[in-house]
């Protein structure tokens, strides 16, 4: 099974003006809220792709209840572990004449240490030998930067495989607790090695860095020129064809959890690579957060192309 962790969960409410004034009374023309959280988004990917998965994290109060109701509705399984306070709520207000957006952010709930062990427990108590464990996202404000690297810690003695999706000090700190996977970008990866790449091989030099300190795989990101991998045994390069790109928000999360099905299926190194990348790419082909389906994950998968680097 695949579980994900989501520790920042949000209700994002998009309320759409004809007009957006200051101090003005306004109607509403629409209104959606939906949850929002980077493991939670590879959890709905998981489930397009048709595999088990569950949703886990921090949650709190009526807004946290509601992240969970709309995630059974979705039929997506989850548990997450309720603590004291209220899930952050995000509102955006959209005019619909200018299209500019106005955003407001509130605060999820404050982290005692109490909370942390809690959740470590938690954590080992739905995870199971052979899963699949996908970290993904920010810390809440005040958890501490190695929470990553903790539940690492905790979970591999149960024969658990780690995937980390993260940045900035929850990387380098989670990079401690040697995930099985990590997923930096350029500039993450940089400041991870404290590095300054010029060239491809500078990036693979780089990469090799954290597989010596024993990354199991590391998986450069380069926007639009693909991504790098490396392991023991491998250099390979992920390269995807032009598409017609309608956002980006989601792709890398589309990209997680592709790799992820591709290693619960048991796919080889250069197959499940290809079908991350594809996920990837049908995503960005999508408004939004829209989930890509089957159909046009394998409809692009012919495009991506895996080669070995020397």
Do not use: W
Not at 48 to 70: H, M, P, S, V, Y
Not at 216 to 236: C, F, H, M
Not at 240 to 263: H, M, Q
């Amino acid at each position: 099974m695949i579980v994900t962790v989501t520790l920042n969960p949000v209700i994002e409410r998009t309320i759409l003006v004809d007009e957006f004034k200051l101090g003005a009374t306004h109607n509403t023309e629409s209104q959606t809220i939906i949850a929002r959280g980077k493991g939670m988004h590879v959890s709905r990917i998981v489930h397009a792709l048709g595999e088990e998965t569950l949703a886990t994290g921090l949650l709190a109060g009526k807004n946290g209840r509601f992240i969970a109701d709309q995630l059974a509705q979705e039929e997506i399984n989850n548990h997450f572990l309720f603590i004291p306070g209220h899930s952050q709520e995000n509102t955006k207000i959209k005019d619909e004449k200018t299209s500019m957006i106005t955003e407001f952010r509130g605060h999820g709930p404050s982290l005692e240490e109490e909370d942390i062990e809690r959740f470590l427990h938690h954590l080992e108590e739905i995870v199971h030998q052979g899963d699949i464990l996908v970290l993904s996202g920010t810390l809440p404000e005040n958890a501490p930067h190695d929470f990553y690297a903790r539940m690492i810690r905790r979970v591999r003695p149960l024969g658990v495989f780690t995937i980390l999706d993260t940045a900035n000090s929850a990387l380098k700190e989670g990079v401690i607790g040697k995930p099985n996977i990590i997923k930096p970008n350029i500039a993450e990866l940089e400041e991870l090695v404290d590095m300054t790449f010029e060239t491809e091989e500078d990036i693979i030099k780089g990469g090799k860095v954290l597989i010596q300190k024993g990354i199991d795989e590391v998986l450069i990101t380069l926007g639009k020129e693909g991504a790098i991998y490396l392991s023991d045994n491998d250099i390979l390069k992920i390269t995807t064809t032009d598409v017609e790109v309608l956002s980006t928000k989601g792709a890398g999360d589309a990209f997680v959890g592709g790799l992820a099905v591709g290693l619960l299926q048991g796919k080889d190194t250069m197959e499940r690579l290809r079908f991350a990348s594809a996920c990837a790419t049908a995503s960005v082909r999508l408004k939004g957060l829209e989930t890509p389906t089957i159909e046009m994950i394998e409809a692009v998968l012919d495009d991506i192309e895996v080669i070995e680097l020397t």
